[in-house]
């Protein structure tokens, strides 16, 4: 990736941009009681990333969205200090406000998708970044709009510029979302969660871009729930929590000494090779239940699950059709966990749903404890779908919006209607939660307690294997932390089979024992976790290991390259 | 959780490989509306109760009594009524290929001659309201959309008790209030522009006020959209980005329910063309429908399905235009 | 994308809002005319008192008197019961052929779907008061034609919005959940598809009786539904159309009963919709 920054186009922030210099911010939103944001200091200066990190709610969007005037209707702003370059920023108009927005500070937002308008070419939402400030005529800016498309690594920008944000691939897309935010050379760039619901190797593109800027001088607020994201950019972190900073430093002082316990909890959350076999929420007690008789599954004998030569081919535009799937074969031992993973598009999802029988093979075929599966009659088929279970990425979707908890999880329970009751309280005790959410609707769950009832259900029948597709990818990492150790301490117990699916490198490699990497419908590489993730043989896995961002771990438990 | 874009590839442009196949398809559909048009109005007159000759006869002469066949013959032959069903089935859509849509039965004149002659003024009256209403919506959605819980709660209240008045008691208040009371207006005479303010009202503030709820909810979410917190984060103010980015994702279901509010314009014309005494193709209906008059009745039923239907096609052409994703996917 | 922060723990309960209280009182009263218009009336509807013709409202006739003299608020309260039936009617005739075209389209496969939705399509292009017209046409003005009018004229919207709720249903992961679950097709549809799909209907059936109310009365109006020595709402709308420019309050008053109580009733329409989305949102 070729990244030139062309100096005729970009220029150095001049002597005067001092950066920001935040003392003492809080912000106090109309109708809740608590501050968003309390007591936050953070300086950010010309050339350097200030990182700022935390979980969803932690206040990291409010601060940032504070600093540029745009925090909210009817909140409440205070600080002994804000300065933009040794401006005093409090009481400014919205005019004023106006004019530092796009001009001393860009603002980069998550997936371009949405954050560009949809319905207009790319070319003429980077151009308003110009016309809003008055710079230059029609037809310079239009010059202007191809320059700044081809710094930022565009090809062809000519025929770019006027394409659609869906009209192009991700990475493009993105590329132009942060020109429209580069186009003035502002001073500081704040960057909200860029490179989330990305792919890896877009995700990389993304960050070389933000590292680029940085280094002609530019300060960068870089914020993000992802401390492996951050550790790749940040000269200093700043971790937030419940709306306070709980700890500050450079990013080397927080990553390898981390002093607040929060801090440490959160880099021992991150999934990656270093933490298999371990749990990643270790100070969060998971109760261990003995299973019943005829509980635990028999980790002996043939395979559980096993796909042959699966083919899927959906409608594509016109008469044309897309193969989605491609000779996917596999087979998942008892008791064993067999990740899949790839980017978005790479047809990971539909094999899950072929291996659940939900979606016809058009060639192939998936045998379940070594009988036809996907070839059985729907009438074979439905007695021995318990068997088989799955969590989903969205639990709320998956669940009746008129039942409780108890209902959900009973439907699932094959057993007389009698011994439901106890089996429910059962359930609940493994998955770890109070018998007190019984009576409660899922919407009234945290988004953690709801993956659990999802989990719970899945495990009513007493299933020999579960497909868990990107169960873990919507919660938080601290979260996702205790819900794998719960998803391994039940593998342990039962004997239970996983097929694990999901986009992240770092979560497939912790919990699988062996790995699938998909891309547009084929298995490029398949084998042991480690072998594959340590020591991948195709291009397509090197490249996509040498994106993912690592985390440079304080206490290097196990000397792996 | 990953974007939606299949792989690294930049897509080629897909121009013209979705745009053939769904004109033609709007096009079937068109001529399949107008063929079940013509056939449900031709057995409603076929295959009523009660002879059609008798009908015509009386209605002609205003008397309500039976008819012998001496009388009636000659009516017969002349309308076709003695040919099989099928034959006269095949002629009436004969005769509609060719701009024929029947003999009124009460008037004795080409029904095509008569829609003709009235229809100019009910489509004035139609798009001028449609136009009232676009504005309305537009307006108020731009000013009250969002802007404090109080104002958004009166816009939103408002546009509730709008889209809830009926036509023909709107027009009334609206004629006692300006025509009679305030003398703003002409009761009868009067410039055609004067004349059409009230009727265009009439049929434009309910319209509004429906129109207002589809836009306001579209407001909001596209408000809610992160290309919009983008382009305030590019110094964009609040009204340039309601105006240049909000308005134009908010705009598409009004569009999609313009075609067929264009249909409910006309409902509302018949009552109010009654209600001011305009001139129309309205008060012809109702005239008809009041005397049976059913080959106007059905004429205009199918010159209004005529409508829906171009009106339709120029609601896609406007959509694609607003929404270009449409035409390339 | 992060997950969103625990929610509190109790489900939050409303207060009603005033707009809402005031519906419901609207909704009562007019439901109270139409069983027992005897205890709200003031007069005898059908009094003649020449003397007392055409007078504005007042103390001892609280919406003033018609050509006859009668009392015009006695005969609006009088009035209620035809009117709403009528609506009722058209409501429960509207919604019973939408249940069977959008389940038939909803269920039925892609042959059905495809011959209802097209079916629907070009119902689509005859405005609702037109089909009704028709209708008049051709069977004669009388309540019952207003009923079929009024029922047939409103059914395609919603049978379009019934599909949708069903195909909405049908592919919902919730649905597919409870497939893969191992339940028969017959479970999933007792258990999740249909009330599911039915739910939202209450909310629609109750938009529709408002405005099937407001265009009953307007065929009324017209002239082409309830004739006018009938208090019917519409009736009396055509009937006072003649003094329209001397006695404002034949036109004004009779409508105002059709307009609050349609308003009312879409409140409360409105007011269930949101309750019902917002146990999914």
């Known amino acids: ?561 | ?329 | 994308m992060t997950a969103t922060a625990a929610p509190p723990l109790s489900r939050t309960r409303r207060t009603p809002s005033p707009t809402l209280l005031l519906s419901l009182l609207v909704v009562a009263f007019f439901l109270a005319a139409a069983i027992i218009p005897g205890v709200l009336a003031t007069h005898d509807p059908l009094q003649f008192d020449l003397v007392a013709a055409l007078q504005s409202p007042s103390l001892s006739h609280l919406a003033g008197t018609d050509e006859a003299g009668r009392d015009l608020y006695s005969r609006i309260i009088f009035g209620t019961r035809e009117s709403l039936s009528i609506g009722l009617g058209a409501t429960a005739l509207s919604l019973a052929i939408a249940l069977v075209l959008g389940v038939a389209a909803g269920l039925g496969g892609r042959v059905v779907d495809a011959i209802v939705s097209r079916s629907l399509d070009v119902l689509f292009a005859f405005p609702m008061l037109l089909v009704a017209l028709l209708f008049v046409a051709a069977f004669g003005p009388s309540p019952a034609t207003l009923v079929l009018a009024v029922g047939i004229g409103t059914a395609p919207g919603y049978a379009r919005m019934i599909r949708g709720q069903v195909l909405a249903v049908c592919t919902s992961p919730y649905v597919e959940a409870a497939h893969a679950v191992g339940h028969s097709s017959w479970r999933v549809l007792r258990q999740h598809i249909v009330p599911n799909a039915v739910r939202p209907l209450v909310a629609v059936a109750t938009l529709s009786i408002g405005q099937s109310i407001v265009w009953a009365s307007g065929l009324s109006f017209l002239g082409l539904g309830v004739a006018p020595p009938s208090p019917e709402w519409g009736a009396l709308l055509d009937a006072g159309r003649a003094y329209m420019t001397h006695a404002w309050w034949l036109e004004v008053l009779p409508g105002l009963a059709i307009v609050l109580l349609a308003l009312a009733v879409t409140t409360i329409g409105r007011h269930l919709q949101q309750r019902l989305e917002g146990h999914r949102a």
């Open chain 1, 1 to 561: 990736m070729s990244l030139t920054l062309d100096p005729a186009t970009t220029r150095i922030p001049d002597a005067s941009a001092t950066g920001y210099l935040v003392e003492d911010l809080s912000v106090t939103f109309p109708g809740s009681t608590a501050p968003t944001v309390q007591g936050v200091s953070l300086a950010l200066a010309p050339g350097r990333c200030l990182a700022l990190v935390g979980e969803s709610g932690s206040g990291k969007s409010v601060t940032a969205r504070t600093l540029v005037g745009l925090t909210g209707a009817g909140a409440s702003v205070r600080a002994r200090r804000l300065e933009l370059d040794g401006r005093d920023l409090s009481g400014l108009r919205d005019r004023q406000w106006r004019g530092i927005r796009g001009q001393r500070v860009g603002f980069v937002l998550q997936d371009a998708l949405v954050s560009l308008d949809p319905l207009r070419p790319v070319g003429r939402e980077i151009e308003e970044a110009l016309r809003l400030h008055g710079w230059g005529d029609r037809a310079a800016r239009r010059r202007k709009v191809i320059d700044l498309l081809s710094a930022v690594g565009v090809p062809e920008p000519e025929l770019r510029a006027k394409q659609r944000p869906d009209e192009l691939s991700g990475g493009l897309r993105q590329r132009a979302l942060i020109a429209s935010a580069l186009a003035l050379s502002p001073g500081v760039i704040i960057a909200d969660e860029p490179t989330t619901a990305l792919d890896v190797t877009v995700q990389a593109q993304v960050l070389d871009l933000l590292e680029a800027a940085k280094r002609r001088g530019a300060a960068l607020l870089l914020i993000s729930h992802d401390l492996a994201v951050v550790s790749r950019l940040a000269d200093d972190i700043a971790v937030m929590r419940d709306g306070r900073i709980v700890e500050q430093g450079t990013a080397r002082e927080v990553l390898s000494a981390p002093s607040h316990e929060y801090t440490r909890a959160l880099i021992d959350a991150v999934p990656s090779a270093h933490t298999r076999g371990s749990r990643l929420a270790p100070h969060v007690p998971i109760v261990v239940h003995e299973p019943g008789p005829g509980e635990r599954r028999d980790p002996r004998g043939g395979p559980v699950l096993a796909a042959e030569g699966l083919v899927k081919r959906f409608p594509g535009p016109g008469r044309t059709s897309r193969t989605a799937v491609d000779g996917v074969s596999f087979s998942l031992a008892p008791g064993e966990t067999l990740g899949i993973v790839g980017e978005s598009g790479s047809g990971k999802s539909t094999v899950a749903r072929m291996a659940l029988a939900l979606t016809e093979p058009d060639a192939g075929r998936v045998l379940l404890h070594g009988q036809p599966w996907t070839e059985a009659s729907r009438g074979i088929r439905r007695p021995l779908r318990r068997e088989i279970t799955a969590v989903y990425q969205d639990p709320l979707s998956s669940f009746d919006p008129r039942w409780t908890v108890e209902r959900i999880i009973a439907d699932s329970v094959a057993a007389p209607t009698r011994e439901r009751s106890a089996r429910v309280d059962e359930l609940l005790d493994w998955v770890g939660l109070p018998r007190g959410v019984r009576e409660r609707h899922p919407l009234t769950l945290s988004g953690g307690q709801r993956q659990r009832v999802a989990i719970a259900r899945a495990l009513a029948p007493r299933p020999s294997v579960m497909v868990l597709d990107e169960a873990v990818s919507a919660l938080d990492v601290s979260i996702q932390a205790q819900v794998l150790d719960l998803l391994g301490a039940l593998q342990q117990q039962l004997g239970v089979s996983y097929l694990f699916i999901s986009h992240d490198l770092g979560v497939v490699h912790h919990v699988s024992d062996r790995v699938l990497v998909m891309k547009d419908g084929r298995v490029v590489e398949h084998g042991d976790a480690d072998t594959v993730f340590t020591a991948p043989q195709q291009p397509y896995t090197q490249q996509l290991v040498a994106s993912l961002p690592r985390l440079e771990r304080s206490a290097p438990s196990k000397g792996t390259a």
């Open chain 2, 1 to 329: 959780m990953t974007g939606s874009a299949v792989d690294e590839q930049p897509l080629k442009r897909r121009v013209g490989n979705g745009v053939l196949p769904r004109v033609l398809g709007r096009l079937a559909s068109a001529v399949l509306v107008l063929f079940a048009a013509a056939s449900a109005t031709f057995f409603a007159q076929a295959l009523l109760p009660g002879d059609r000759a008798t009908l015509l006869l009386n209605q002609r002469t205003g008397q309500t009594e039976a008819r012998s066949d001496e009388e009636l013959a000659p009516i017969r032959a002349e309308y076709g009524f003695d040919d099989p069903i099928l034959v006269q089935y095949a002629d009436y859509l004969g005769g509609l290929l060719s701009g024929r849509l029947g003999v009124s039965y009460q008037m004795h004149q080409p029904v095509e001659a008569l829609i003709a002659e009235q229809i100019p003024a009910t489509l004035l009256l139609t798009v001028t309201a449609l136009a009232v209403a676009w504005v309305l919506t537009l307006v108020w959605t731009i000013a009250t959309t969002r802007r404090s819980s109080r104002i958004d709660a009166i816009g939103s209240g408002v546009e509730t008790v709008a889209a809830g008045l009926p036509p023909y008691w709107l027009g009334v208040i609206l004629l006692v209030v300006f025509a009679l009371g305030l003398g703003w207006f002409p009761v009868i005479g009067g410039s055609e522009a004067a004349r059409l303010v009230l009727p265009a009202l009439t049929l434009g503030i309910p319209l509004a006020g429906f129109m207002g709820q589809a836009t306001r909810a579209a407001f909001e979410r596209a408000l809610e959209q992160p290309f919009v917190t983008s382009a305030r984060m590019r110094g964009m103010s609040d009204l340039g980005v309601r105006v240049r980015h909000v308005l134009r994702h908010a705009a598409l279901p009004g569009i999609t329910l313009s075609g067929w509010a264009l249909g409910s314009l006309i409902s509302g014309a018949v009552i109010v063309e009654t209600i001011f005494a305009r001139p129309g193709i309205g008060r012809v209906l109702v005239s008809a429908v009041n005397s049976r008059d059913l080959p106007v009745v059905g004429g205009i039923v199918i010159v209004v399905a005529l409508v829906y239907v171009v009106v339709n096609l120029l609601v896609d052409l406007a959509y694609s235009g607003v929404d270009p994703r449409l035409a390339t996917e």
